[in-house]
């Protein structure tokens, strides 16, 4: 993918978690997911959560998008409170959710489309997205036409172009092929660091997220609560190699308890 051709940057957004619970309720009783989590994501950071599977991480997502509001706390954007899904926050997912029906440029465009803004500009902001992540060949072509990898890439542009300014990633890589994955990590990164937004991402793979992100924040178990965050000072692009790195991946083993 090449990042020569550079798309107008948003300006990332400003993100505050205060003081955060939230709980589910299943068959008469309270199942606590978040325990007074509070966390920052400044504009243009990328922040990664790292914790055991089903302890709360994907919940804290939906709050931030607004798709839930939080049982306690708050959660503000540049410091007015977050109301409801809103374009500058985008969520992509772990399965790309293409719409069969339409095509690859016809679901990218489709944010835009639902929003009046099918307009020149828009159809070149398309043609632009798609050339960014390597589908321009495949404009027209179908979902079930495309790899995994592919179709990963159409779910990020299809959020890209709507230039959100905080990028919610929920493990949108973690049904790759490792290969792929590998790719996939550089070519996000480097739309990161070229349209200069603000991403909050899941991910179970410890190595992707110091690979990825500013922060690495550390999860207990369910109900969630924040045990430890790592700064990742290393500079671009990073190795895989990088002593530096190695050690990193052993502290945040060992934070989860995967190490002794």
């Known amino acids: 993918m090449s990042v020569a051709e550079t798309l107008s940057p948003a300006t990332g957004l400003a993100l505050e978690i205060n003081n955060v619970s939230h709980a589910f309720y299943l068959e008469g009783k309270t199942l606590p997911v978040l325990d ?37 706390g708050e959660i503000t954007e540049d410091g007015s409170a977050l109301h409801g899904p809103d374009p500058s926050r985008v969520v992509v997912f772990q399965d790309p959710t293409l719409y069969p029906w339409r095509s690859v440029w016809r679901n990218v465009a489709l944010g835009l489309e639902t929003r009046g803004k099918i307009t020149d500009e828009g159809r070149q902001r398309v043609d632009r997205i798609l050339q960014k992540v390597g589908l321009s060949q495949f404009a027209n072509a179908w979902p079930h036409q495309l790899s995994g990898g592919m179709a990963q890439r159409a779910a990020l542009a299809r959020a890209l172009v709507n230039r959100p300014r905080l990028l919610i990633l929920d493990e949108p890589l973690g049904k790759l092929d490792s290969l792929t994955r590998i790719r996939m990590q550089q070519e996000l990164v480097a739309l990161w660091r070229d349209q200069q937004f603000s991403a909050l991402m899941v991910t179970h793979d410890v190595e992707e997220a110091l690979l990825m992100a500013d922060r690495v924040v550390i999860f207990s178990p369910r109900p969630a609560r924040i045990i430890e965050t790592i700064q990742v000072s290393l500079p671009w692009p990073r190795r895989r190699d990088d002593p530096r790195l190695i050690q990193l991946r052993t502290q945040a083993l060992e934070l989860l308890g995967a190490e002794s």
Do not use: D, H, I, Y
């Open 36 to 72: 007074n989590v509070s966390l920052q994501v400044r504009p243009g950071e990328f922040v990664a959560l790292l914790g055991p599977s089903g302890c709360g991480k994907s919940t804290l997502l939906r709050l931030v998008a607004g798709l839930e509001a939080p049982a306690a």
